[in-house]
């Protein structure tokens, strides 16, 4: 009998928007004056926005910004994008999915609000999908922290070493190890290479490369 459950990131693992995030604040943070590149936002990539914008206001002193306000706008212009041009990942739907027929406890684990995650589960169809949606925005900390990643746990009522946590990030992976949990690393092409991705458990070029039988042995 499989007792784990399953545990996903959002951002770059289930739908494409981690470009839709440096789009956004690098547009609204060159609207500050700050001089953040796309190339530059590697650096914070899978942290809570609140972090990413004290990041970048720490990196270039001197900018008055209301830092909430910033993040507001960021936020906002993710969504949109995300709205209108978002697409899930390559086989991020169907794993889902699969995971809900093989009767898995199922939950998100994200450094989004809820409102993002919101918007995209309406995107990708899966609003009713998943037994719990846990937000690092109500954490006081936020990934790498383990803080999301026990939430969820404590949540769906099984152990952390029980679960398997499925992120892209550097960031996200050393949350999820942090808690204990096994994690199956689904990186960026761009960050494949990164020898930091040694400390998941697996590393795949896309979850299409997952089917039921590969997880039942991974899981159980």
């Not at 809820?114 to 995107?123: G, H, P, S």
């Not at 689904?186 to 998941?200: S, T």
């Given at each position: 009998m499989i007792d784990s459950a399953?545990?996903?990131?959002?951002?770059?693992?289930?739908?494409?928007?981690?470009?839709?995030?440096?789009?956004?604040?690098?547009?609204?943070?060159?609207?500050?004056?700050?001089?953040?590149?796309?190339?530059?936002?590697?650096?914070?990539?899978?942290?809570?926005?609140?972090?990413?914008?004290?990041?970048?206001?720490?990196?270039?002193?001197?900018?008055?910004?209301?830092?909430?306000?910033?993040?507001?706008?960021?936020?906002?212009?993710?969504?949109?994008?995300?709205?209108?041009?978002?697409?899930?990942?390559?086989?991020a739907v169907e794993i889902v999915q699969l995971c809900q027929q093989m009767h898995l406890p199922l939950a998100l684990a994200t450094s989004s609000?809820?409102?993002?995650?919101?918007?995209?589960?309406?995107?990708?169809?899966?609003q009713d999908t998943f037994d719990v949606v846990s937000s690092a925005q109500t954490e006081e900390f936020g990934k790498p922290h383990p803080a999301v990643y026990l939430t969820t746990a404590h949540r769906l009522g099984v152990q952390p070493k029980k679960c398997v946590a499925f992120e892209d990030s550097i960031t996200g992976i050393i949350s999820a190890k942090a808690a204990s949990m096994r994690c199956i690393a689904?990186?960026?092409?761009?960050?494949?290479?990164?020898?930091?991705?040694?400390?998941?458990d697996v590393k795949l070029d896309s979850l299409e490369q997952i089917n039921e039988s590969w997880l039942k042995e991974f899981i159980s």
């Open positions: 399953i545990i996903f990131d959002m951002d770059g693992l289930l739908i494409n928007s981690e470009p839709f995030w440096r789009r956004a604040a690098v547009e609204v943070f060159n609207a500050l004056g700050i001089p953040l590149e796309e190339s530059m936002c590697h650096q914070t990539m899978g942290l809570r926005i609140d972090e990413v914008v004290s990041y970048w206001c720490a990196k270039f002193p001197g900018t008055p910004t209301n830092q909430s306000e910033v993040a507001e706008q960021i936020v906002n212009g993710v969504s949109e994008l995300v709205t209108t041009i978002g697409e899930p990942q390559p086989g609000s809820m409102r993002l995650i919101e918007a995209v589960l309406n995107k990708l169809g899966l689904v990186p960026a092409p761009a960050e494949r290479e990164d020898p930091r991705f040694a400390i998941a």
